[in-house]
């Protein structure tokens, strides 16, 4: 999709990290927004900073995780500009720990927000741009943990699999209706995000101390790693800039990261090739 201008786009997570910087590059481009988080008063916040910067915004509090809550979002997109054209589904949380070590409510918000907040993306959102006929984009946000599996991130990666699985399924069937609608997933390395304070979301637990959590050392390990990385990470704007340049060129795959971390993806591709086992990335055994 080449044309952007007016053409509205609808992007989950949006207050904050990389749904915020889709929804500045998107602005940029002179479309009209429509932003979704579980936040509100950050939504609001969000919303209001881009409607000064000129851009026409509804501001939706959604909980992704809530199939209603999303049909309701394309709802309201379609009542406040009349079509949809680029659809992110980007709202995730991460959860570190093993199965065994992170608590069932854990592990079911994690599939409920990063799995089924994609899936009901998907059902809402596909059937408008099929229905509406023309041009539109699809973008799923997964991650590295997508494409490579780090220990301690046992229920991010999983569900961070799947988005990659689902993401590419669609991609094969929209194609092959010939539709005009594209599909990318995101599969950032390490971002200068709210990531690492997902708890703050997590229902039944307030604005608990994200720190406060009782971890293993291997949780502890893969939660410094990530803390210390993302602090350095790379601004949400950089994941914001590939994302329209695929979208422009309908590619399907984005990778903005850091290449120690894309050095664990050609890693694992090694191993599936020579059907070798799975070895601890090197990203996690040098210094970084
Ligand atoms: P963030 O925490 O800064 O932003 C996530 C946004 O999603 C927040 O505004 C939050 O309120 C919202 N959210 C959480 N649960 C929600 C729900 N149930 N319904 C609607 N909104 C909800 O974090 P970040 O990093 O911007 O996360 C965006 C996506 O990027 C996630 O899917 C994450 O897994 C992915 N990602 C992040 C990376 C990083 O290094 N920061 C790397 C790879 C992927």
Redesign the pocket.
């Known amino acids: 999709m080449q044309e952007l201008a007016e053409r509205v786009a609808v992007i ?10 889709i929804a500045e590059a998107a602005a940029a481009k002179q479309m009209r927004l429509v932003l ?4 509100p008063k ?2 609001d916040a969000a919303a209001d900073a881009l409607r000064a910067a000129g851009a026409e915004v509804a501001a939706v509090p ?5 199939a209603g ?1 999303v049909t309701r979002l394309g709802e309201a997109a379609l009542d406040h500009f009349g079509a949809v054209h680029l659809v992110c589904n ?5 959860v570190a720990g093993s199965l065994w070590e992170n608590s069932l409510d854990e592990l079911r918000w994690s599939v ?3 799995l089924w ?1 994609v899936i009901h993306g998907i059902r809402t959102f596909v059937p408008i741009l099929l229905e509406q006929g023309g041009e539109g984009h699809i973008v799923n ?5 997508g494409l490579t599996a780090a220990p301690y991130l046992d229920i ?1 990666n999983a569900t ?1 699999h799947a988005v990659v699985a689902l993401s590419e399924t669609l991609h094969k069937e929209l194609a092959m209706l010939e539709s005009g609608v594209g599909v990318s997933v ?13 708890a ?2 997590q229902p039944g637990t307030g604005d608990r101390d994200p720190d406060a959590r009782t971890l293993s050392e291997g949780g502890n390990f893969i939660t410094g790693f ?1 803390s210390a ?2 602090d350095d ?1 790379w601004p ?1 704007s950089r ?1 914001a800039d590939a994302i329209f340049d695929a979208v422009a060129a309908q590619r399907f795959y984005v990778i903005p990261a850091q290449e120690p971390v894309k050095a664990g993806l050609y890693q694992r591709l090694d191993e599936l090739r020579e059907e070798r086992n799975p070895a601890l990335p090197g990203i996690f055994s040098e210094p970084s």
């Open positions: 989950t997570g949006a207050a904050s990290g990389i749904g915020r910087g979704a988080d579980i936040e950050t939504l959604t909980d992704v995780s809530d809550a980007n709202a995730g949380v991460l409920d927000v990063n907040g946000t997964a991650s590295m943990a991010y961070k995101v599969c950032p390395g390490l971002i200068q995000t709210r990531i690492m304070e997902s703050r979301n990530l990385g993302i990470g949400p994941v």
